[in-house]
């Protein structure tokens, strides 16, 4: 079973668009995810635009991978590192903490995943 940054059992992140390393709507992960795909946000336009202007276009249609881009709202799984680094951008996403896998933590202090959480449980 696959745990959370708070202990308990990680939680779906999203399935409209499916998300995770794995495609199976949670933010699960392995050794081969090197981007360790491990904290669920909810993806905000800001975020977004970060996200493109560093490399990586979270938006735009890939029709050909069976992608119809995010929008904002949609919860994702995103690499911890590109979520720290928007966060001290000041393009932070809303995360929540039951759906952002334990690993996060190598990544990013729960301090900071709490100060921007949406669930409940923060």
């Known amino acids: 079973m696959s745990r959370n940054v708070l202990g308990g059992e990680l939680v779906e992140c999203g399935n409209d668009p499916v998300t995770g390393f794995f495609r199976d709507g949670c933010c699960n992960t392995s050794e081969a995810d090197v981007g360790s795909h491990t904290v669920c946000a909810t993806v905000t336009a800001r975020f977004l635009e970060f996200s493109k202007a560093a490399g990586n276009d979270l938006s735009t249609p890939r029709p050909e991978w069976g992608f119809a881009g995010l929008r ?30 334990e690993r996060a933590l190598e990544v990013v202090p729960l301090q900071m995943l709490r100060a921007h959480a949406v669930d409940s449980e923060n």
């Open 72 to 101: 904002p709202g949609d919860g994702w799984c995103v690499c911890a590192a590109r979520w720290l680094e928007a966060a001290l951008a000041g393009a932070v996403a809303p995360v929540r903490l039951t759906a952002t896998h």
